[in-house]
């Protein structure tokens, strides 16, 4: 059995048992959304009449959801013990079929859009706007900034974007500008994977952040920073960063988040990139550097939380081998640990990533105007987090995903 696929201008309607919206804490009963060319038409509670000539898929029992987005994850990485070193093996031509493989993973376990923050050669925007030469099935939504900006010898140079002194750091903005990226993502601290970098130094400044944010902006693009240095997120806020990746604030012997940057931070509505999700079968490769400091992490991220601080989560997929392509669907009990509620959870990671990715008009949403990115899941995510990993059915733009040999999308999996 294939799954359907919808015939331009022909509606498709989803009928199923509930559904959250994105938004609401409260599951709708009964819905019906009406899908036309990928796009949500109307949603309706319950589903009354049927528009005229509409294409039913029935989905009894399930419940709806908006697409999950992942906001931090790198297709160039094979979620390998070296995706360092496999990545220098591999050639543009291979390696752009492997990114789209891993896009096609995320989209698989119900990640309809990914935020690819550091590839090689501007790969990921090839794979965003031509797909692979394959054509090996649908792509969720790519968001991409291209090479990270980084210092020479820094923390991901290998990937090919380092740069220093004013004038380079602005042409490097401008670069990615042209090239079409859709937001600039920049090293501001050292990071865990690079030999001879520290994630507790920095790499910048808040004079070169300052002028790497102005550039930017002056180009309409957000900047994000990598910064795991506590200096060098504070340096980030003073920057006028729009994102601050992973924001664990540490120092060569521990974390230390001064209040009066987590209020700044909350205060500013900084999108904090949460780098959450393991792989269970995987637990034991955590960084040491990571490992020794996890009680304080911890609870930095419960203060961000508290301070009511924007948190979105991404998975940093491709990195480890904790760390493969569908491995958010691990991430609710990471961000139920920092306090957030079910609700909470959600909302996170569907609207609030949308938005953090400069896509929150069109997903992150199961409402009337937004792309037609929903799942279907067997359980209420409200009660059973681990309910995202029972998904029945994938859409992507309104087209369904095959999500396994005789589990086509759309239809009841027993």
Not at 133 to 148: F, R, T, Y
Not at 191 to 209: D, I, K, R, V, Y
Request: aromatic content about 2%.
């Amino acid at each position: 059995m294939t799954p359907h696929a919808p015939d331009a201008g022909r509606l498709t309607v989803l009928r199923a048992a509930a559904l959250f919206d994105g938004v609401s804490p409260i599951l709708m009963a009964g819905p019906a959304v009406v899908v036309a060319d990928g796009t949500i038409a109307a949603v309706h509670s319950p589903a009354g009449p049927l528009p005229a000539g509409a294409h039913v898929v029935d989905l009894p029992g399930l419940t709806l959801m908006p697409g999950l987005v992942d906001a931090h994850l790198h297709l160039c990485f094979d979620a390998s013990s070296d995706p360092v070193g496999h990545l220098a093996e591999t050639d543009d031509d291979v390696l752009r079929e492997r990114m789209a493989e891993a896009a096609r993973r995320a989209l698989r376990a119900g990640v309809t859009t990914v935020r690819d923050l550091g590839d090689r050669g501007y790969l990921a925007l090839d794979v965003r706007d031509h797909g692979p030469a394959s054509q090996a099935g649908p792509l969720p939504a790519i968001v991409a900034a291209g090479p990270p900006i980084t210092i020479p010898g820094g923390h991901c140079h290998f990937l090919g974007g380092a740069a220093s002194g004013e004038r380079a750091l602005r042409a490097a903005v401008r670069e990615r500008a042209e090239r079409g990226v859709d937001v600039i993502k920049v090293m501001a601290s050292g990071g865990n994977m690079t030999p001879g970098s520290l994630a507790h130094e920095p790499q910048f400044g808040a004079g070169p952040l300052r002028a790497i944010v102005d550039e930017a902006h002056r180009h309409g693009l957000p900047v994000t920073a990598h910064a795991h240095s506590a200096r060098s997120v504070a340096d980030a806020v003073a920057a006028g960063v729009d994102g601050i990746e992973h924001a664990t604030f540490m120092t060569a012997g521990g974390v230390d988040a001064p209040e009066a940057v987590i209020r700044a931070i909350a205060a500013r509505r900084i999108a904090v990139g949460c780098t959450v999700g393991r792989d269970p079968a995987q637990a034991g490769t955590v960084p040491p550097q990571i490992a020794s400091r996890m009680a304080a992490l911890g609870a930095t991220r419960r203060r961000l939380h508290e301070s009511g601080a924007v948190l979105v989560p991404g998975s940093d997929a491709g990195v480890s081998p904790a760390k493969p392509h569908d491995v958010l669907r691990f991430a609710p009990a990471d961000l139920a640990a920092a306090g957030l509620s079910p609700a909470e959870i959600w909302c996170a990671m569907t609207s609030r990533a949308a938005q953090a990715c400069g896509l929150g008009h069109r997903k992150g949403r199961i409402a009337a105007g937004f792309d037609a990115d929903i799942l279907a899941i067997d359980g209420n995510p409200l009660e059973d987090l681990a309910a995202i990993r029972r998904l029945r059915a994938v859409y992507a733009g309104g087209r369904p995903v095959t999500l396994a040999p005789g589990c086509p999308a759309g239809i009841e999996v027993p």
